[in-house]
C-alpha cells in the first residue's frame, strides 16, 4: 500500500493550495480517508475526511475553508484549501483507515509521506 501525497508549497495568506493524495494497493473507495495536519512541535490532528460512504467531516478551524473530494476513477483523494492562515501552516498527511472508527490517528492503518504548506502573513 502506498499514498503519495502532492502539492504543497508556499503561499501567502488568503491564498489557495490544492493536495492530492494518490493511492495504490488499495482502493480509496472503499476507505475512509482523511487529511491530517502537523504543526511543528505538535501532534498530528484531523482536518478533513471522507468517509466510505461518501460523507465528509470538517475540522471546526478548516469548515468553510477546506474541500476534501475522492475521485475513484483515479484512486485519487484531494483537499482543495481556500483563505490560508498562517496557523494552517505544517505538514499535511493523507492516510487511509480500515477500521469502522477514523476521527483520531490512531485508526488509520496507511499513511503518505506527507507535503508541506507554509502559510506566509
Known amino acids: 500500500v502506498q499514498l503519495q501525497a502532492s502539492g504543497g508549497g508556499l503561499v501567502q495568506a488568503g491564498g489557495s493550495l490544492g493536495l492530492s493524495c494518490s493511492a495504490s494497493?488499495?482502493?480509496?473507495?472503499?476507505?475512509?480517508m482523511a487529511w491530517f495536519h502537523q504543526a511543528p512541535g505538535q501532534e498530528r490532528d484531523l482536518v478533513a475526511a471522507?468517509?466510505?460512504?461518501?460523507?465528509?467531516y470538517y475540522s471546526d478551524h478548516v469548515k468553510g475553508r477546506f474541500t476534501i473530494s475522492r475521485a475513484n476513477s483515479k484512486n485519487t483523494v484531494y483537499l482543495q484549501m481556500n483563505g490560508l492562515k498562517p496557523e494552517d501552516t505544517g505538514v499535511y498527511y493523507c492516510?487511509?483507515?480500515?477500521?469502522?472508527?477514523?476521527?483520531?490517528?490512531?485508526?488509520?492503518?496507511?499513511w503518505g509521506q506527507g507535503t508541506l504548506v507554509t502559510v506566509s502573513s
Open positions: 494497493g488499495l482502493f480509496v473507495g472503499n476507505y475512509h
Open positions: 492516510a487511509a483507515s480500515q477500521n469502522v472508527e477514523w476521527r483520531t490517528a490512531g485508526w488509520y492503518n496507511s
Open positions: 471522507i468517509r466510505r460512504n461518501g460523507a465528509t
